[in-house]
């Protein structure tokens, strides 16, 4: 089957959190409409750009883009950026059941709202590991009131203003700000945008299945549903052996399915709550929503008569990790990973200062997209496109102390690394401490593949000693995004099966733009005829 849809992006005055400001909307909506579709399916989204003055693109999270690299939405990477007044087609097959997300990758753009959810169902006939009466989506997000524009100009301005918390966070695309904050007329509380709402309307004794995505652009989030369990069935499109949380754990651009059963006092509601961990939480208000029993003379719009849940210490590394260490493969669905690797990449984040600007660097390099996108100037052989210096496929990992900053030596470049089509290839994301001597969480994310997720381990990573041994090769869960725990290492095994060019990096928007990303290339020579439609910036000027 194929779905075909017509989006029109354009900015529109919103108040997601009761505060009046530009949001970036596809059809008016923000977030915008879910995507539902089955395995196999072929979706195609006309994209008309009426931002007027602001190009966009949009990334399709999880989709692998197996034949249509240049569908993967990646200004710089894998198509030229749509201008004002075009139309691009993206057209590609969701081959995966499972959860997924889509949102721009131009700029910071996707701190402005455009993002939403695609939900690919398993084909008639084919048994799911376990069973619900009815599911919904959450899409969870985190909401700044200054624009996108203020907020990029902040991290590449001197002196350096970086974007800090958050005045809220988004469930569903609705906040709730304490409108006497904000300065008069900004802020509407009775506005139709904000507020509380129901989540979901709970018919006791029935199971729901939540698909909770997250797109925030910074923060890491703990969600919990007031005085009912979670059982994680799914993440980011695999089956997990089940296990039950109270708080789900979940990191920008990671999807998780989890069951919940309407099992509690049927005579009042309960909160759907999220909270900020892994940066100071005190900052920014709780992400919240109501839970509503169905039951005869409970009103299904009004507040839990409890306090909403405080939500665990944001400070808590040690539960993060647990969680992390917590999800393997469904026993019945565990896919067959390579024995070994063919090339190992020890990549270390380290913040730097380089050139008076504060930047992110991997192994040294912060990343730059090049005027002409990656894909069309290596399929194309344009050899002054990008920069031919191959990036270093690891660091001083013996030497290096990862509690110091680092060493102002990084630069500012468009390398890529080239992966031997169908090789196996480990990487060990490295986290270090940033200029202020303290260590954070990024999500890393995998474009054009889905990966093993080998382990997470504390302090250093050292090759020459145990560290293999730790990892799980038994039934490790497959994935897009993986968080790399602040002050650790995390550990990853993919197949470089899939012709094109890729973009692997921390899923915190300002992290990105500030340099914090690797570009894979692999198989360019097999990659099909590029529709000219992704070209015609920098060098693609006038090709076809
Ligand atoms: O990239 C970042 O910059 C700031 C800080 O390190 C410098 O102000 C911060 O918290 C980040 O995550």
């Not at 003379?297 to 647990?322: C, E, F, L, M």
Request: net charge neutral; aromatic share 10%; with cysteine.
């Amino acid at each position: 089957r194929v779905h075909n849809y017509t989006w029109d992006i354009s900015y529109q005055y919103k108040s997601p959190d009761c505060f009046e400001k530009l949001a970036v909307t596809v059809n008016g909506e923000a977030p915008g409409p879910t995507i539902r579709a089955t395995q196999g399916d072929t979706i195609v989204v006309n994209v008309h750009n009426k931002l007027e003055t602001e190009n966009t693109a949009i990334h399709w999270h999880g989709i692998r883009q197996i034949d249509t690299p240049w569908a993967d939405g990646v200004a710089g990477v894998t198509q030229c950026p749509i201008l004002p007044g075009e139309t691009f087609a993206y057209k590609f097959v969701v081959d995966r059941p499972g959860t997924y997300l889509y949102h721009a990758h131009y700029g910071m753009q996707r701190v402005a709202g455009l993002n939403g959810m695609i939900v690919v169902k398993v084909p008639d006939g084919i048994v799911e590991p376990f069973s619900y009466d009815e599911e919904h989506t959450v899409l969870l997000g985190d909401w700044w009131h200054k624009s996108v524009y203020e907020q990029a100009t902040g991290l590449t301005e001197t002196p350096f203003v970086f974007v800090t918390a958050p005045q809220s966070l988004l469930i569903n695309g609705r906040g709730t700000f304490d409108c006497s904050l904000a300065p008069s007329g900004t802020c509407n509380a009775s506005s139709p945008d904000c507020g509380l709402r129901p989540l979901f309307t709970a018919v006791p004794g029935k199971t729901y299945l939540l698909r909770i995505g997250s797109l925030t652009s910074l923060s890491s989030l703990s969600f919990e549903i007031e005085g009912h369990s979670m059982t994680v069935v799914e993440a980011d499109g695999y089956y997990v052996r089940p296990f039950v949380v109270k708080n789900l754990f979940i990191y920008s651009g990671e999807t998780y399915s989890v069951l919940v059963k309407a099992d509690q006092d049927p005579r009042r509601n309960y909160w759907a709550a999220s909270h900020v961990v892994g940066r100071n939480a005190s900052q920014t208000p709780s992400g919240k929503a109501i839970v509503s029993y169905a039951f005869k003379g409970n009103n299904p719009w009004i507040p839990p008569p409890t306090a909403p849940p405080a939500g665990p210490a944001w400070n808590n590394t040690v539960i993060r990790v647990q969680q992390s260490r917590a999800i393997f493969a469904h026993p019945r669905f565990v896919e067959p990973m390579p024995a070994g690797a063919d090339r190992t990449l020890l990549l270390l984040n380290t913040q730097n200062r380089i050139d008076g600007h504060i930047k992110w660097t991997i192994n040294g390099v912060s990343l730059i997209f090049p005027a002409t996108p990656y894909l069309v100037a290596m399929k194309r052989g344009m050899t002054t496109a990008y920069d031919q210096r191959p990036p270093s496929d690891t660091y001083d990992h013996m030497s290096y102390d990862i509690s110091a900053p680092a060493p102002t030596n990084g630069t500012v470049r468009s390398p890529v690394y080239r992966l031997a089509l169908g090789s196996v290839v480990d990487v060990v994301l490295q986290n270090s401490n940033m200029l202020n001597n303290k260590s954070e969480t990024h999500p890393w994310h995998l474009h054009g593949h889905d990966f093993w997720v080998l382990g997470y381990g504390e302090g250093k990573f050292n090759p020459a000693a145990d560290a293999w041994r730790l990892l799980n090769v038994r039934d490790p869960i497959m994935k897009n995004t993986v968080p790399l725990h602040n002050d650790g290492w995390t550990a990853v095994r993919f197949r470089a099966d899939n012709p094109g060019v890729w973009l692997f990096h921390c899923h915190i928007e300002a992290h990105v733009f500030m340099g914090m990303g690797v570009v894979f290339e692999e198989g360019i020579e097999r990659v099909g005829k590029l529709p000219p439609s992704i070209m015609g910036c920098g060098q693609s000027k006038g090709l076809h």
